[in-house]
């Protein structure tokens, strides 16, 4: 199937759904024990389901995810993919942003991301710095759009300030448990001035079995896990991004595509799931 995009305020497009690489060729180093032929088979199976949204970064493994996906994109027509890179939040100084583009690009055997990201805030590195890099690497054509992750409200509209080109997107937790970036103002103020929001762990803690969501995924003929991500996507101006290395969860994940909940079931969702949390207690927005 073709996965759909989604257009905000200013031309910028993605696909609505993506393949995450988190983990893939060990965690924040390479594992040498790792089995690096079924990892690129993941990325392959994914790509054949439709996923043509890559989202990595230099951070993972080690830059190993990076020659995992290189690998399994090796021959694919390059304008079937959207390629996502992060920068990691030690290299935000000088012109980190840029050496660390440039670095993983190698590893991914490509000459441009689609959209760069700076991975994490680092409070000790001025903005002006990073975001004055960031603009550059995206003159320079390392990326086509540049955006940034798990930046607070206050903090993005600081970079807006001080870029010279648009901060397309902001890559978040956020899913029907965590809701931090609702109660803080910023999905409403992403959504108002064009800024996309990619949601990663789009079902981490999320409870399939609570009754709201199974009658609910009841009505609209899928199941639990398929109506949390199409909760996502078929919010404006929200994309999201999964991992799935069982052939079935792949199945179930692209099954929440092609289809769009009613307003007021998305409205009920976000006024009625329990137990939701205020903060993210994997990347707290500062």
């Known amino acids: 199937m073709t996965v759909p ?11 609505v759904l993506g393949q995450g690489t988190w983990r893939l060729g060990g965690v924040s180093e390479r594992d040498p024990k790792n089995d690096d032929a079924r990892d690129v088979a993941v990325i392959r199976r994914a790509l054949d ?7 990595t970064a230099e951070m993972y493994a080690g830059g190993h995810a990076e020659e995992l996906v290189g690998e399994a994109i090796r021959g694919v027509e390059r304008s079937r993919l959207f390629l996502t890179g992060k920068v990691w939040k030690s290299h ?3 012109d980190g942003p840029l050496r660390a583009a440039e670095a993983s690009l190698r590893r991914l055997g490509v000459d441009a991301f689609d959209l760069y990201l700076v991975h994490q805030v680092n409070p000790e590195i001025p903005l002006k710095e990073t975001i004055r890099a960031m603009n550059r690497l995206q003159r320079e054509g390392l990326a086509r759009n540049i955006g940034v992750s798990n930046f607070s409200l206050d903090r993005l509209k600081q970079a807006q300030a001080l870029s010279e080109v648009p901060i397309v997107a902001n890559q978040l937790h956020y899913n029907l448990q965590v809701r931090e970036i609702e109660l803080s103002g910023l999905l409403d103020f992403c959504q108002e001035t064009g ?6 762990r789009p079902l981490r803690g999320v409870d399939c079995s609570v009754p709201l969501l199974t009658e609910l995924a009841a009505r609209y003929g899928h199941t639990p896990r398929q109506l949390a991500l199409n909760w996502l996507i078929s919010q404006p101006g ?4 999964v991992k799935a290395s069982d052939p079935l969860h792949l199945a179930e994940n692209v099954g ?5 909940m009613a307003e007021e079931d998305v409205e009920r969702l976000r006024r009625e799931y329990p137990d939701r949390r205020a ?3 994997a990347v707290p927005l500062i």
């Open 5 to 15: 995009w989604k257009t905000i305020a200013g031309g910028f497009s993605m696909p």
């Open 49 to 55: 389901a439709g996923l043509t949204h890559i989202d």
């Open 92 to 94: 935000l100084g000088g």
């Open 195 to 200: 800024v996309m929001v990619i949601a990663w």
């Open 238 to 241: 929200v994309v999201t991004i």
């Open 256 to 260: 929440a595509v092609g289809w769009r």
């Open 279 to 281: 903060v993210s207690e």
